[in-house]
């Protein structure tokens, strides 16, 4: 039996929200612990500074991304888990993808044609406004970090499923013209991972401002979720949970069981008052042990640092005859060899 290779990256833009939890997260660190899978996991800091150029919440980022992962725990030893930045062979890898990489390719990419229609519905008369090269090139850089380990399975977000064809096809390009180094990945989009809803009832996430911080201290966490938004019902009325956030938050967290007697209190009638709080005291009593560890990480990250250099070091155990490999197929090696 071959060891099935999963890997994904996570952008360091922005502290860990319930919603990055339950959609990406959770599922991730419960597949690293099946036995057939080896699992690289990895900050994409490189691909960070393509949105954002606050250096200090791309480095607090890192830094907070790192701590939850391992404080949800994440096992860093069964797992690969390292920084982008730190594998120089991944840019290096990035430079050679480019030179088989069609520009018409990435001239199609949603995110770089978004940009373009945005500038073109305003006033500017530059298509090409606010562009850089880092936007462009973004598909290949997310293609080196995928096929210099020879990932097949990449766990994505749907708006993610471009970039692993682009992937695809710039591996098979490769293959074809100098020798089938690369594995064609696939995307994997996780159908069971819920989608959890924000503080005004839209997709939780950063790009509208409705998210609950994982590790929000407990005073915020209450107030967060006071914030949420439902319905003007009153207390006694049969309440819908299928429209409900604060009920599908809680399900997420609970147990099968736990969300059929909650489903019941819905029917008989509940007070939004009472339900809030009682999401309240659910999560904080969930989240108070991870956050302890968060804490203690975030307080100590010359140890994150330490675990981050020892998942460098094993990716790059792949990495270096990876390069080595692509770099002879393309024609460059020593002189007399
Ligand atoms: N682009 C991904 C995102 O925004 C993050 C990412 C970078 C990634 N490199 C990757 C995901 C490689 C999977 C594989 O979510």
């Given at each position: 039996m071959t060891q099935q290779i999963v890997l994904t990256g996570i952008t360091t833009t922005g502290t860990p929200h319930l919603g990055n939890y339950v959609g990406a997260i959770r599922p991730a660190i419960a597949a690293s612990s099946n036995p057939e899978v080896t699992s690289f996991y990895f900050l994409a800091d490189y691909h960070s500074i393509i949105k954002c150029q606050d250096p200090q919440r791309v480095h607090r980022s890192s830094l907070e991304v790192a701590a939850a992962w391992i404080a949800l725990g994440l096992d860093t030893e069964r797992s690969v888990f390292y920084r982008q930045s730190d594998i120089p062979e991944i840019p290096e890898l990035t430079w050679i993808l480019s030179c088989v990489t069609a520009k018409g390719l990435m001239n199609r990419a949603h995110a770089y044609k978004a940009a373009v229609a945005e500038n073109e519905a305003g006033d500017s008369k530059d298509p090409d406004k606010g562009i850089t090269m880092g936007l462009f090139c973004y598909p290949i850089l997310m293609a080196a970090d995928i096929l210099m380990f020879r990932a097949g399975r990449v766990p994505v977000g749907k708006d993610?499923?471009?970039?692993?064809?682009?992937?695809?096809?710039?591996?098979?390009r490769f293959n074809h013209l100098y020798e089938p180094l690369f594995v064609l990945p696939e995307a994997e989009i996780n159908a069971q991972a819920a989608v959890l809803s924000g503080l005004d009832g839209r997709k939780m996430s950063k790009s509208y401002n409705n998210t609950i911080p994982l590790f929000a201290p407990e005073k915020k966490l209450r107030q967060l979720i006071m914030k949420i938004t439902t319905n003007s019902l009153p207390p006694e009325a049969p309440k819908d949970p299928a429209t409900c956030t604060l009920f599908q938050i809680y399900q997420a967290f609970a147990t099968a069981e736990e969300t059929a007697d909650l489903r019941r209190r819905y029917a008989a009638g509940i007070g939004w008052g009472e339900m809030k709080q009682m999401l309240f005291a659910y999560l904080n009593d969930h989240l108070a042990e991870?956050?302890?560890?968060?804490?203690?990480?975030?307080?100590?990250?010359?140890?994150?640092?330490?675990?981050?250099?020892?998942g460098a070091e094993k990716a790059r155990a792949h990495s270096r005859p990876m390069l080595d490999a692509v770099r002879r197929a393309v024609g460059i090696r020593a002189l007399g060899s």
């Open positions: 993610q499923i471009q970039h692993l064809e682009m992937a695809r096809d710039i591996a098979a991870p956050r302890r560890r968060y804490q203690e990480l975030v307080d100590h990250p010359d140890h994150v640092e330490q675990l981050l250099a020892r």
